[in-house]
């Protein structure tokens, strides 16, 4: 059976931790869900909602106010990627269950970023949001968690249980590598070599002179085993780990970042402010469209007794007409006629002529106004369907709002509590912002003209959206103005 890769790296958040700041958890919170690199997520007694998520979070971090309290829980997996998407988040789904019991609160955020770095970052607390109680007990020493009968390193059994859910899942799907998540020397093998990297202390060149080094031992030593192969691919998830650390180090340290971070929650923002328009607008042409189906539906009704007045006249005059009318259906009177011209007619003959005229005329108006009436019965169907259509969509958009709300911000929180705490949000993000930083990160490529455009606009720095536009105008200039070459 093959070897599988993959790589459990567990730490913590604590008070009591030197480098732990206020707000370094929900910081944490909003690097793992940012949209940019987080592909899905499974959560259990947490939200799957992005913003409600990390609301739960700085809500927690600042009830929490214990000095040398321990907050959560920082794991990053490391998957293999040979397995598939539902592979990947059936094994997740197994650890996560295991870890909280039900009881504690947990999310993991599957990055798929980088194709050949599958991994997932998982923040759990391990507190039962029943009655308080620690859960796993990761917290605890490894004497007290040997006493209670449990693995006493937190992190190994972290891995164990990793290990046993995800080839339970790999055996489900019919894989043919398994996860062997002992260390190299518990394997029997050597020690793996430590990463190479410059430091202050070293100048350039023995910096280069320790990396040749170190890949020309490699390659004396290379060999196609699959043992190499995973040492190879281990090696990877290593480097890739640390730069994902060094990027979450700084994640909060670029204006760049803070600016897309701003923008998200305007876009909901945004987003939400459209949905009310939509919720006005539709309350609007409801009301109209009621107000117009009440009219057509009186003018239907003045037409439709116009129409029965109508019928009535028909059955008068038909009547009438029948008394000119002999036994066997014949008009009454004569006339006389020669050679095709008319001589005269008798005086009953005029009668009966007259009356038959008069049927014909009733009879074309009552057909008149039945059409009419069957013209403003349309009119008058067509505007109320699109009167309830309206009230359809206001009530959706209205119920779309209050689901949102709901879910992102609680019960008890109404739309005016929504709409402050996203313009707080947007505010937070660009607190102490410079908009000449962001003039700077648009020049350097950092972000776009229109996040740059959005970004100052939301700082009140109009003047330098000026200089965005005229910058990218120039660009575009250059660019239409540039040689195209033809390379051999």
Same mark, same amino acid.
């Given at each position: 059976? &093959?070897h599988?890769?993959? =790589?459990?790296?567990?730490?913590?958040?604590?008070?009591?931790d030197?480098?732990?700041? @206020?707000?370094?958890?929900?910081?944490?919170?909003v690097y793992i869900?940012r949209?940019?690199?987080?592909d899905?997520?499974?959560?259990?007694? %947490?939200?799957?909602?992005t913003?409600?998520f990390?609301?739960?979070?700085?809500?927690?971090?600042? +009830? $929490?106010?214990r000095?040398?309290?321990?907050?959560?829980?920082?794991?990053?997996?490391?998957?293999?990627?040979?397995?598939?998407?539902?592979?990947?988040?059936?094994?997740?789904?197994a %650890?996560?269950?295991?870890?909280? #019991?039900g009881?504690?609160?947990?999310?993991?955020?599957?990055?798929?970023?980088? @194709?050949?770095?599958?991994?997932?970052?998982?923040? %759990?607390?391990?507190?039962? $949001?029943?009655?308080? +109680?620690?859960?796993?007990?990761?917290?605890?020493?490894?004497?007290?968690?040997?006493?209670?009968?449990?693995?006493?390193?937190?992190? !190994?059994?972290?891995r &164990?249980?990793?290990?046993?859910?995800?080839?339970?899942?790999?055996?489900?799907?019919?894989y043919?590598?398994?996860? &062997?998540m002992?260390s190299r020397?518990? =394997?029997?093998? &050597?020690?793996?070599?430590?990463h190479?990297?410059?430091?202050?202390?070293?100048?350039?060149?023995?910096?280069?002179?320790?990396?040749?080094e170190?890949?020309t031992?490699?390659?004396?030593? %290379?060999?196609?085993?699959?043992?190499?192969?995973?040492?190879a691919?281990?090696?990877?998830?290593e480097?890739?780990?640390?730069?994902?650390?060094?990027?979450?180090?700084?994640?909060?340290?670029?204006?760049?970042?803070?600016?897309?971070?701003?923008?998200?929650?305007?876009?909901?923002?945004?987003?939400?402010?459209?949905?009310?328009?939509?919720?006005?607008?539709?309350?609007a042409?409801?009301?109209?469209a009621?107000?117009?189906?009440?009219?057509?539906?009186?003018?239907a009704?003045a037409?439709?007794?116009?129409?029965?007045?109508a019928?009535?006249?028909?059955?008068?005059?038909?009547?009438?007409?029948?008394?000119?009318k002999?036994?066997?259906?014949?008009? #009454?009177?004569f006339?006389l006629?020669?050679?095709?011209?008319?001589i005269?007619?008798?005086?009953?003959?005029?009668?009966?002529?007259?009356?038959?005229?008069?049927?014909?005329?009733?009879?074309?108006?009552?057909?008149? #106004?039945?059409?009419?009436?069957?013209?403003?019965?349309?009119?008058?169907?067509? =505007?109320?369907?699109?009167?309830?259509?309206?009230?359809?969509?206001?009530?959706?958009?209205?119920?779309e709002?209050?689901?949102?709300?709901?879910?992102?911000?609680?019960?008890? #929180?109404t739309?005016h509590?929504?709409e402050?705490?996203?313009?707080?949000?947007?505010?937070k993000?660009?607190?102490?912002?410079?908009? !000449?930083?962001?003039?700077?990160?648009?020049?350097?490529?950092?972000?776009?003209?229109?996040?740059?455009?959005?970004?100052?606009?939301?700082?009140?720095?109009?003047?330098?959206?000026?200089?965005?536009?005229?910058?990218?105008?120039?660009?575009?200039?250059?660019?239409?103005?540039?040689?195209?070459?033809?390379?051999?």
């Amino acid at each position: 059976m &093959d070897h599988g890769f993959s =790589r459990l790296e567990h730490s913590s958040f604590g008070k009591s931790d030197q480098r732990y700041q @206020p707000g370094m958890l929900a910081k944490h919170a909003v690097y793992i869900s940012r949209l940019s690199a987080s592909d899905r997520c499974i959560a259990i007694n %947490f939200s799957t909602n992005t913003h409600k998520f990390r609301r739960e979070v700085a809500e927690y971090e600042e +009830s $929490v106010t214990r000095k040398n309290a321990r907050l959560a829980d920082k794991i990053v997996i490391n998957l293999d990627n040979r397995m598939d998407a539902e592979a990947m988040d059936d094994a997740l789904r197994a %650890f996560a269950i295991t870890l909280t #019991k039900g009881a504690a609160r947990i999310r993991i955020d599957v990055h798929l970023n980088d @194709p050949n770095n599958p991994h997932a970052h998982v923040l %759990f607390i391990d507190k039962s $949001v029943y009655d308080g +109680s620690r859960v796993q007990r990761l917290s605890d020493s490894p004497r007290d968690r040997a006493k209670a009968g449990l693995e006493p390193n937190g992190t !190994q059994w972290l891995r &164990d249980t990793w290990e046993k859910e995800c080839n339970s899942v790999l055996d489900a799907h019919g894989y043919d590598f398994r996860l &062997d998540m002992r260390s190299r020397l518990d =394997r029997g093998l &050597d020690k793996a070599k430590e990463h190479v990297e410059w430091r202050a202390s070293q100048s350039p060149e023995e910096t280069i002179e320790a990396v040749e080094e170190t890949a020309t031992v490699a390659q004396e030593r %290379f060999v196609s085993t699959l043992e190499e192969q995973y040492l190879a691919k281990l090696s990877a998830y290593e480097q890739a780990h640390l730069e994902d650390a060094a990027i979450e180090r700084e994640f909060y340290e670029t204006t760049a970042q803070r600016v897309e971070d701003a923008l998200e929650y305007h876009a909901e923002y945004q987003r939400l402010k459209a949905i009310q328009a939509n919720i006005a607008h539709y309350k609007a042409v409801a009301e109209t469209a009621r107000a117009d189906a009440g009219q057509l539906r009186k003018h239907a009704t003045a037409v439709q007794l116009e129409a029965i007045e109508a019928e009535k006249s028909v059955y008068y005059a038909s009547e009438a007409f029948d008394q000119h009318k002999t036994s066997s259906g014949r008009l #009454k009177g004569f006339e006389l006629s020669l050679f095709g011209y008319e001589i005269m007619k008798s005086p009953a003959r005029h009668r009966a002529l007259g009356a038959q005229q008069q049927l014909a005329a009733r009879q074309y108006d009552y057909e008149v #106004k039945l059409k009419d009436y069957r013209d403003a019965e349309d009119r008058h169907t067509i =505007r109320e369907n699109e009167a309830r259509e309206a009230e359809i969509k206001h009530e959706f958009n209205a119920r779309e709002v209050l689901t949102y709300i709901e879910q992102t911000y609680g019960k008890d #929180k109404t739309l005016h509590d929504a709409e402050y705490l996203h313009v707080r949000s947007v505010s937070k993000a660009l607190e102490g912002v410079d908009p !000449q930083e962001v003039f700077a990160e648009y020049e350097i490529g950092a972000i776009t003209r229109e996040q740059a455009v959005e970004a100052l606009a939301l700082l009140g720095a109009t003047y330098l959206i000026d200089r965005v536009e005229e910058r990218h105008r120039v660009e575009l200039e250059q660019w239409e103005t540039m040689e195209p070459q033809i390379g051999l």
